[in-house]
């Protein structure tokens, strides 16, 4: 996308902002803007119909910004970068994720919002699938992308809705090589509408463990952990 201006150290905040600016320009039939959409998005959408999140995903595949900072696909993130002040999740509580997000990088976030085309081509670009997440003070965190497809948001609403069992996302990751086996410490408190009150911690497990042992089982994705059994993964 050369008719746009990245910065050299984008954060988040930056990126979601290139993000509306490339989603106002279509709406006003910007053609280069709808030019870019068509060139960079896996699957264009009519320009009356697009969404900040495809905005969001032609802004991805462009790789400027990863041309300007390839430590991009190694970088972690905090809460206050992933969810601003102003969106009400003030803490980590009030953010609906399932895995722990606050330290995690690009390929967790996929993971727990379900962003598996992002995923594919962040893969494709050369992160690392086991890339882990920040251990905070505590000693938690440390946790790859293959627990956030354990539990997660989007598992919730398949189990909610009885939905045939499907976990797509654990199989791209394990198909590019996911240790099934690797150990993390997690802790994790629900929002308050779960009504599921207090933290829970869960010490040195690995995907399928945490899955096992999660308080909440409507989050744990049964296929996800069937899958991680099925190439090794251990308790």
Request: aromatic share 6%; glycine share 6%.
């Amino acid at each position: 996308m050369p008719s746009r201006h990245f910065p050299v150290r984008p954060n988040l905040d930056q990126l979601r902002h290139q993000a509306k600016d490339l989603l106002r320009a279509i709406q006003r039939n910007d053609q280069a803007a709808i030019a870019d959409m068509q060139t960079y998005h896996p699957d264009p959408p009519d320009p009356a119909s697009v969404r900040l999140a495809d905005a969001q995903l032609a802004l991805a595949r462009s790789e400027e910004h990863i041309r300007r900072d390839p430590g991009l696909l190694k970088r972690t993130f905090t809460h206050e970068e992933i969810y601003p002040p102003e969106l009400g999740c003030h803490d980590e509580v009030m953010a609906t994720h399932g895995t722990p997000l606050a330290g995690s990088t690009l390929l967790h976030m996929c993971a727990d919002y379900d962003e598996i085309e992002t995923a594919r081509w962040l893969l494709e670009r050369g992160m690392n699938v086991d890339e882990k997440a920040a251990v905070d003070l505590a000693g938690f965190g440390g946790h790859t992308a293959l627990f956030a497809t354990v539990v997660s948001q989007p598992n919730f609403w398949m189990n909610h809705r009885g939905q045939k069992l499907s976990a797509p996302f654990t199989r791209l990751l394990l198909d590019h090589g996911a240790d099934p086996n690797v150990r993390a410490s997690l802790r994790k408190q629900l929002h308050p509408g779960y009504e599921i009150a207090g933290m829970h911690e869960y010490r040195s497990v690995t995907p399928v463990s945490w899955g096992q042992q999660f308080h909440f089982q409507k989050l744990v994705s049964q296929e996800a952990i069937r899958m991680i059994v099925e190439r090794g993964g251990q308790p």
